[in-house]
């Protein structure tokens, strides 16, 4: 029998969601499904007792994540058990007027994902996860682009962590005043917000008959950047 | 002689930009620009060594930020000094599409905050916090709406920290391709990204004569978000 505990993330006192405890999930569909509908995430990591929380791209891979880490890679380089991280997505849906101070809030949906952050040190794990930094967003577009020379490899940093722990946390019910409060002459609403994308800016530079692959045609200027995304996952894991 | 020094943030290892330094600012300028055209914001912390990566609401007074702590409260109450913690804002600008790996990137607009964080517990600053929580974001607007009870003001936690440290760190030249690349018949480009409001959803509960205020007119469909916020701040604050 597979039972719901077993394609979820285990809960412990790191990632139970205590304020707002209906607002969590932890199963593998929603915590992926928010992670894989993103670029960017916040990385936290302590150095010397002092947190420092650094925005970079990062992307999915079972229940692994993998993110670019120069800023990190000093602190991580001979920590073959790495250290503790957190990784953190949000998407901002919405901002919302009540009727009081207290019920102003926001729409959101976010994971915080925790675990042991190393650096990606084999030579055949890095070669793979510096094609997926390029081809989860893109899919199979490093097979048409110079390829790295051996210093760029060296140079980029990649940092991996396994999910040990996750929650998602999700607010999706626009206003929601005390029972009271919707007698008073107040104005309340529902301000969506929602990250998308431009049209799409070719390099002015290109070669005369270079046009832009079909492939990237899922990215186009109006649409949610977070559709394009998601249809990028899974054309590349799918 | 009023020196750039003077109307900057402080530089040591905590805040120095290692990584492409020349994407580095310090200037009071530059940084709260950043801050006042953003809402949300990551906070990290570290309790018991897991650093925690919380997204939350925020907004700066002078050199002060200020927050919903919540789910800090616990690990703030008591500790007068504070804990040391990072508040983070990025504005996610463009994925670049480059001509190799190596050169994939994407336009940004970040900053590091660095300081203690604590529990705002002294009545009168909390009373002002809670109505600038609300006022910064929509100026004004408190003196509207049902006043906070009492147990709205306990159950509300608010955490408070000077800025020590701070850093802004900017990308924004697109695709950036090695000298030598630009011959290659491959296509780059650079794909714009922006948080957008979208149209307003008025309460459906709205009572008949309850019109829109014209103070949140700058908060229109259409409009970048962080235009509206900055617009808002300076109402505010300005």
């Keep these: 029998m597979l039972d719901k505990a077993a394609s979820s993330y285990p809960i412990d006192k790191t990632n139970r969601v205590k304020r707002r ?16 509908a993103a670029a960017l995430c916040h990385v936290s990591y302590v150095v010397d007792g002092q947190p420092y929380c650094t925005p970079t791209l990062f992307w999915r891979e079972e229940s692994r994540l993998y993110w670019h880490g120069s800023s990190a890679s000093r602190m991580l380089r001979n ?4 250290e503790p991280a957190c990784l953190t997505v949000t998407h901002l849906d919405s901002l919302v ?12 949906r976010s994971v915080m994902a925790f675990g042991r952050a190393r650096l990606v040190e084999d030579p ?7 094609v997926m ?15 790295s020379s051996k210093q760029e490899i060296k140079a ?14 999700i607010r999706a019910k626009g206003v929601a005043d005390d029972d009271d409060d919707y007698a ?32 990237l045609s899922g990215y186009r200027g109006g649409r949610l950047l977070e559709e394009a995304l998601a249809e990028a996952y899974a054309a590349a894991y799918g």
């Design 133 to 147: 930094m390029v081809d989860r967003f893109f899919p199979g577009r490093t097979a048409g682009l110079r390829q």
């Design 79 to 82: 920590q073959s058990e790495g």
């Design 184 to 215: 008073l002459p107040v104005y309340a609403e529902r301000l969506p917000v929602s990250t998308v994308i431009g049209a799409p800016e070719p390099c002015p530079r290109l070669l005369a008959d270079v046009a832009r692959p079909t492939t």
């Design 21 to 36: 405890h209906d607002r969590g999930f932890y199963d593998h569909a929603t915590v992926h499904a928010l992670l894989d």
């Design 97 to 108: 007027l009540a009727r009081c101070g207290f019920n102003h809030s926001a729409d959101y």
């Design 124 to 130: 055949h794990e890095k070669e793979r996860a510096l």
């Design 156 to 169: 980029t940093a990649v940092v991996v962590m396994d999910i040990e722990r996750a929650s998602a946390k």
